[in-house]
């Protein structure tokens, strides 16, 4: 009886399988009959739609490459070189003005060669290594040198200035462009012989004419003799301006030259200085705070040196609202990449300041700032109140008088008093003690 009744329900059991297989089998022929009985028209349900999306793509990668061939053109007619290299600093791509600059016309489109290969310029190799590295956009100047292969050509090959920015690319490429800084800085030479040729031609005729003015001095009477004055001083500010003009020069062209060293203690130069604008200082008000160290010793060329406070005692004195102080604040201090000590001379005066705009370009010759910066001054000859306007190139001057000895020079405004704040910093040596003088 177990038997039997295991042998039923096995057989029940099956059966219901077989009933459902059955029923599944006519579930799918019912589905799939459409399908196979009209296969065609299935078809041009489907393929249409997926033709659609194909031609979608295909437009797609047409605007794409046309886009591509676009900045190709771009870059290709561009007036800067434009090189690419990947991750193991291959050249992929570069376009004409590249090939010219550095001389690559043994590179074909297409080739893949490595870069030191085709340039050797270690400054450029450097220059996309450190962008790779730091993953951010990297300029460097230098003079690259072309290498010729052929030996006849050597001497019509020429070193230019070139300029490079570089910028990271997905997957480790690089993207320099390049120009050519050549042709400016060869203008800017023929322009500053051009301005000294010229400026060393006027010294004479200049000094001819200082010669007349001083003699009609001593035969025009008054109140006519006020415009012979007035000429005598528009022709020394011309004699000023011309002996100005050919120092910066000479300095910018060789800053070590006319150097001659020697040591010097930086509080009794800035005194003596101030002595010698005592009565233009005495005439504005105006007095003199300084506080520092004593015995601070710099080696350095006196009459320069002297030349660099008088010109910004000078302008701070001229610069300064009346019955203020300008301060002068000395210290050493040391820096981290520079171990060295180094003296800091802050001149801080209470006039009106630089304008934020001037701020970046005070150093820079023939610089006009702000009007309201501007000197008024009363002419002795003169009943009316004129505004006269500096050369220009005083602070340039005192500019590269500060580099030829190694340091730096700075123009801020001060926070406190609101007027300009002139720092100066030179290579020093140790203080004995410290002091405090108000003159």
């Not at 393929?47 to 870059?75: K, N, S, V």
């Not at 090189?83 to 489109?109: F, G, I, S």
């Not at 910018?252 to 200082?281: D, F, G, K, Y």
């Not at 300008?326 to 005066?349: M, T, Y």
């Amino acid at each position: 009886m177990l038997i039997l009744g295991f042998l039923l329900g096995f057989a029940v059991g099956a059966s219901f399988w077989v009933w459902q297989q059955v029923q599944l089998n006519r579930y799918l022929g019912h589905v799939l009959r459409p399908l196979t009985a009209h296969s065609s028209d299935v078809t041009l349900l489907i393929i249409p739609g997926l033709r659609h999306e194909i031609e979608l793509i295909m437009q797609q990668r047409q605007q794409l490459q046309q886009l591509l061939q676009t900045y190709e053109d771009l870059l290709e007619f561009a007036p800067v070189g434009y090189l690419q290299v990947d991750e193991e600093n291959q050249l992929l791509w570069c376009n004409e003005q590249a090939r010219k600059m550095l001389y690559l016309q043994r590179w074909q489109p297409g080739q893949v060669r490595l870069l030191l290969e085709l340039i050797r310029s270690y400054e450029l190799d450097q220059l996309i290594g450190q962008t790779r590295d730091r993953q951010k956009s990297q300029v460097r100047e230098w003079v690259f040198h072309p290498s010729c292969e052929n030996v006849a050509a050597i001497s019509e090959v020429k070193s230019l200035m070139l300029q490079a920015t570089s910028l990271p690319l997905p997957k480790g490429q690089v993207g320099v462009f390049i120009e050519n800084r050549q042709p400016v800085l060869d203008m800017s030479q023929a322009r500053e012989r051009a301005f000294s040729d010229l400026a060393h031609e006027l010294r004479t005729p200049l000094t001819s004419i200082r010669l007349v003015v001083e003699t009609l001095q001593d035969r025009v009477k008054p109140p006519l003799d006020r415009w012979v004055n007035r000429l005598l001083q528009e022709v020394d500010r011309l004699i000023h301006l011309v002996q100005s003009w050919l120092e910066l020069t000479q300095l910018e062209t060789n800053p070590t030259i006319q150097l001659h060293r020697q040591p010097l203690e930086a509080r009794s130069l800035i005194l003596s200085v101030w002595e010698t604008l005592a009565p233009l200082a005495q005439q504005h008000q105006i007095e003199i705070a300084y506080s520092g160290p004593e015995n601070v010793w710099i080696n350095a060329d006196e009459s320069r040196i002297y030349q660099v406070f008088l010109n910004l005692l000078d302008n701070s004195i001229k610069y300064s609202l009346p019955n203020t102080t300008i301060v002068i604040e000395a210290k050493i201090v040391s820096e981290q990449k520079n171990p060295e000590p180094v003296l800091q001379i802050n001149i801080i005066d209470s006039g009106t300041g630089f304008s934020q705009a001037d701020l970046p370009h005070v150093f820079e010759r023939f610089y006009r700032g702000d009007q309201a910066r501007s000197r008024v001054t009363t002419l002795e000859s003169y009943s009316t109140t004129a505004i006269i306007v500096g050369s220009g190139l005083g602070l340039a001057i005192v500019r590269q008088i500060i580099l030829a000895h190694g340091g730096s020079v700075k123009a801020m405004n001060h926070p406190k008093t609101g007027g300009a704040w002139l720092q100066v910093e030179l290579p020093s040596v140790v203080a004995n003690s410290a002091s405090q003088d108000y003159i």
